[in-house]
């Protein structure tokens, strides 16, 4: 058939650790089909697989829309649950794979590969090329219920936070001048802004404090080795 001629197959996840929480997803998607990320995190917390308590473990993303003064952009985030951190965005005229890849790639590239990756069920998320890369680096895919955007509330509190501190009030005209814009913003939500989520903290601080300690660690061990 065309379909079994085309098809490729999929690399599956070498982790042991992976596969567990794979197994145990797939097992709670069979006895609760409706639930969203949320509950299904709750439910892995329960089994003793998946706590969130530092960075890493939790990536979502999602596309946001930023109205200009003549059309839209399409903006593309990930943050980590953990930390509020915003690990990459881009900025673009069109909404597409290579949008949400180009931002994936970014992440990964600057920080270590987290647990489970996040997202709606966006043709940019599903496309073969976006799985591939997540597939590629043994990362866990996690994907909300169709029309339940609440479920990614983590990245969704982020883009309310943007936009009523940064897009409404400025109105941006251009792209260019809203990437400008964004950059700054950004910067000043990973690096200066609290939260009372994270004990007042900046994402940054929290998200540092935890790769410093992490190094410490890991030549510590090595030294010990050696």
């Known amino acids: 058939s065309k379909t079994a001629y085309y098809y490729k197959a999929v690399t599956p996840f070498s982790s042991k650790n992976n596969k567990r929480i794979l197994d145990e997803i797939d097992k709670i998607h069979t006895d609760y089909p409706y639930y969203g990320t949320r509950r299904m995190v709750v439910e892995l917390k329960n089994n003793g697989l998946v706590q969130i308590n530092k960075p890493n473990i939790v990536w979502s993303s999602d596309i946001t829309y930023i ?26 005229n069109t909404m597409d794979v290579q949008l949400t890849t180009d931002v994936l790639t ?26 591939k890369i997540l597939s590629d680096n043994n990362i866990s895919i996690s994907m ?10 983590v990245i969704e509190r982020f883009w309310r936070t943007l936009k009523y501190e940064d ?11 809203a990437r400008d814009g964004i950059n700054e913003y950004i910067n000043i939500y990973n690096t200066k802004r609290i939260h009372s989520a994270i004990n007042y903290k900046t994402p940054d601080e929290v998200y ?9 660690k890991t030549k ?7």
């Open 106 to 131: 970014e992440a990964l590239n600057k920080y270590p590969n987290p647990k489970i990756f996040n997202s709606d069920q966006g043709s940019q998320y599903t496309a073969k090329e976006h799985i």
């Open 67 to 92: 109205k200009l003064e003549k059309g839209f952009a399409y903006l593309c985030a990930i943050i980590d649950w953990h930390t509020k951190k915003i690990l990459a965005w881009k900025l673009s």
């Open 167 to 177: 897009i409404y009030p400025k109105s941006y005209k251009t792209i260019k001048e």
């Open 220 to 226: 510590n061990l090595l030294q010990n080795v050696a």
């Open 144 to 153: 909300d219920a169709k029309g339940r955007a609440i479920d990614n509330i």
């Open 208 to 216: 540092n404090t935890w790769i410093k300690n992490y190094n410490i």
